[in-house]
């Protein structure tokens, strides 16, 4: 039986690594293993295709190629510049903005660029303004101690990490909660929803220089007009992380004062996700930014990945076809029909359902704690990661919450009957599921007690479910 060309690629590859270590062929293995078998809800993953899995693996993983398009301070650089700019140019046609910068290695990366990319543009610094126009070595120790003291004393405000927000934007252990002077706005303790009346009374009385708009456990849609109204009352560059619904805006699900492009001023993003293309980030920006943006590296970055680029604008232009539309509004329509399913059986929702990709399910009522309810779907075959709910008692280690959302399931073709049937087995866990306690007989946020005969059977019936659907139907690894 002849091979079609999927198969043949990923199975030579394996035969290639097997030889050199056997152990590692068997991991990739058994990862495809795992992730056709369960149910994967985690709403940061998704697949990629097989033509950007196989853009990864090349000889562009061998270059160094710090610079930019034209200007690389190593030679040889003229296949990466190809790449790069077939990625940029994507990115630029997909999401209407003026300049993409397609070098960072991820979301934190990417967002790490803009914040300097600000604070360059901005910050009224003489010791600033001589290293933009002079030789770096010709600085003092005392222009140096100036700008430390500069840079690192600008105010930021971002959504708190307990109200969807990410660590990125100002969550203290994070280096953004040390770079800045930063304040978090929340949300109404009563909907779970954005009060833009008390954002724009926190950025009047904080006047940041960076607002913050974006998220990673917000269910719902961000008006970005309205943010935007609000950065610029108080003299604030708007920055919007649409890592988590970068798919949506480009589906064309995110539109008019729902699409960040139009409104930011500068706009971050992960290319996987629900955007389904390899693990990296990517800037937009307008031209006002543009020259600082692009000195991302060496200022945060070290060598672009040019074999990750590859891969990126092979994924963008992916994306850019009329399909990729129609694959965004299903994403929406199944988080919409998870929600509904869940609600039905008498689950709380933070802000009571979804308009986006990601359900956030405050499992409190179900007497767990997040981390209890992610290990006892685990063991049942469903995938997913605890979060924490608005104004969260248990912190952000053990959660009260779990955040589940539908990218990786829409890709593989599940619709609104089958977000009903997950629904159900998320409701059976989660239900059958009790608190644990510590070996001193004191309750546990950790432990808990789960039959594993129901655990089976949940597991079993997830395959099932998952069967009707495989996972790279291509891809034969014999």
């Known amino acids: ?47 990629a295709s097989p033509a950007t899995l196989l853009a990864m693996g090349n000889w562009f993983s061998d270059k ?42 991820s979301g934190i990366d990417a967002n790490l660029v803009a914040f300097w990319a600000i604070l360059a543009d901005r910050v009224e610094s003489p010791a600033l303004k001589k290293a933009q126009v002079r030789q770096v070595n010709e600085l003092t120790e005392a222009d140096w101690f100036a700008l430390r003291r500069e840079l690192g004393n600008q105010r930021m405000l971002g959504m708190s990490l307990d109200a969807g927000g990410h660590l990125t934007h100002g969550f203290r252990p994070n280096i953004s909660g040390k770079m800045f ?12 929803l954005i009060d833009y009346d008390k954002v724009a009374e926190a950025a009047r009385e904080f006047k ?19 943010m935007r109204e609000i950065a610029d009352s108080v003299g604030a560059t708007f920055m919007v992380d649409m890592a988590h619904f970068a798919g949506l805006v480009a589906g064309k699900v995110f539109t008019g004062d729902f699409d960040p492009v139009p409104h930011a001023h500068i706009v971050t993003t992960t290319t996987h996700k629900s955007l389904r293309g390899p693990r990296g980030g990517m800037v937009l920006c307008g031209p006002e930014l543009a020259d600082q943006v692009d ?16 891969a990126k604008a092979v994924a963008l232009a992916e994306a850019r076809r009329p399909d990729f539309a129609d694959y965004a ?44 309810a992610e290990q006892a779907l685990l063991d049942s075959g469903i995938v997913t990661n605890r979060n924490a709910v608005p104004q969260d008692p248990n912190g952000a280690w053990y959660t009260s919450g779990i955040r589940i959302g539908t990218p990786a399931l829409t890709t593989r073709g599940l619709g609104a009957a089958e977000m009903d049937t997950t629904a159900e087995l998320i409701h059976t866990v989660l239900g059958q599921t009790t608190p ?8 546990s946020k950790a432990k808990y007690v789960l039959d594993p005969a129901l655990a089976e059977t949940v597991s079993k019936q997830a395959s099932d479910l998952l069967s009707g659907f495989p996972l790279y139907p291509a891809v034969d690894l014999g």
Do not use: W
């Not at 299903?330 to 933070?350: C, E, S, Y």
């Open 181 to 192: 002077d930063q304040r978090s706005y929340g949300t109404d303790p009563a909907t779970g």
């Open 64 to 105: 160094y190629a710090e610079g930019t398009i034209g200007r690389r301070f190593y030679a040889g650089c003229q296949n990466v510049d190809t790449v790069e700019a077939l990625a940029a140019e994507h990115a630029k046609e997909l999401f209407g903005a003026a300049h993409a910068y397609v070098q960072p290695h």
């Open 208 to 226: 940041p220089l960076i607002l913050v708009a974006g998220y990673s456990a917000y269910p719902r849609k961000v008006n970005f007009r309205i």
């Open 329 to 372: 509004q299903r994403i929406v329509d199944n988080a919409q029909a998870l929600a509904d399913g869940l609600l039905r059986r008498g689950a709380k929702l933070v802000t009571g359902g979804t308009d986006n990709h990601l359900v956030l399910i405050d499992v409190s009522g179900y007497g767990l704690t997040g981390r209890q």
């Open 436 to 443: 644990g306690a510590n070996a001193d007989g004191t309750p």
């Open 1 to 47: 039986m002849s091979l079609n060309a999927e198969s043949t690629a990923f199975r030579s590859a394996l035969e290639v690594i097997r030889a050199v270590e056997p152990r590692v062929a068997d991991a990739i293995g058994a990862e495809l293993a795992d992730q056709r078998e369960s149910l994967k809800l985690i709403a940061s993953e998704n697949y």
């Open 295 to 310: 000195r991302g590296c060496p200022m945060v970055l070290g060598g672009p990945l040019p074999h990750v680029m590859a």
